[in-house]
């Protein structure tokens, strides 16, 4: 069987609480920065991205925050609801015909 | 339609076994993605296709042979799998390779091999 893997950054929040997870990377060749949402036994759910040439990007209820200098990324998860408990993982896209590349990835745990 | 669709959803095969996991699209996309993924871990890269041909494979054993028929077809044909391969597979696609950013996962298939 399998042995016992690697264990996973956990965050927990309460209900109604404000979410931050971070992410850092290392190639500044990157042009594009994605955020996923991974739900038990689901394939990854596109939640937001990010190019290369900004610093912040709004979606509903979802901030992403790109801070160049230090490599880090974050998501921001407003007014976090059960349903956005989930594993999430930050991934980059190289420059050119290049495929993503993830990181490590954190689960979510959200507290009634 | 933004969906990726594969089947089986779950599947047990032995070590001597064949067997194939299917993915679809019909989105129009031109790049077609295979990742492994083992529990608490990230998807793992396995195999990149765009228009139909193989551009990446990520030095993926030959146990594992993908498939591109057409556009919106994609196979991955499974031959004397070891234990240690039972994962997670996951299917996603892309407009292009060079908007592999924007890319569309399935569900994926969860392969037990005993």
């Known amino acids: 069987g399998e042995s016992v893997g690697l264990h996973l950054p956990t965050l927990s929040v309460q209900e109604g609480d404000n979410s931050i997870i971070n992410c850092a990377y290392s190639?500044?060749?990157?042009?594009?920065f994605i955020w996923y949402k991974q739900e038990s036994g689901k394939g990854p759910q596109f939640i937001i991205d990010?190019?290369?040439?900004?610093d912040k990007r709004q979606g509903q209820r979802v901030t992403v925050l790109l801070n160049k200098t230090v490599k880090h990324l974050s998501l921001q998860i407003a007014a976090t609801q059960p349903g956005d408990s989930a594993v999430y993982f930050c991934?980059?896209?190289?420059?050119?015909?290049?495929?993503?590349?993830f990181g490590k990835g954190t689960r979510l745990s959200v507290i009634a | 339609d933004t969906e990726v669709t594969q089947t089986p959803k779950h599947l047990v095969m032995g070590m001597t076994n064949k067997k194939s996991l299917k993915c679809e699209q019909h989105?129009?996309?031109?790049?077609m993605y295979w990742y492994k993924q083992k529990a608490k871990k990230p998807p793992e890269l396995m195999f990149v296709?765009?228009?139909?041909?193989?551009?990446i494979n990520e030095s993926v054993p030959s146990r594992f042979s993908p498939e591109c028929p057409n556009s919106s077809l994609l196979n991955l044909h499974l031959h004397a799998l070891q234990p240690e391969d039972s994962a997670l597979y996951l299917c996603?696609?892309?407009?292009?390779?060079?908007?592999?950013?924007?890319?569309?996962f399935g569900p994926g298939t969860r392969l037990t091999v005993t």
């Open positions: 990010i190019r290369s040439n900004m």
């Open positions: 989105m129009g996309h031109r790049a």
């Open positions: 991934a980059e896209k190289r420059t050119g015909n290049t495929p993503l590349v």
């Open positions: 996603a696609s892309s407009q292009s390779t060079g908007s592999s950013y924007e890319q569309y």
């Open positions: 296709y765009s228009y139909e041909k193989l551009s």
């Open positions: 190639n500044s060749a990157s042009d594009y």
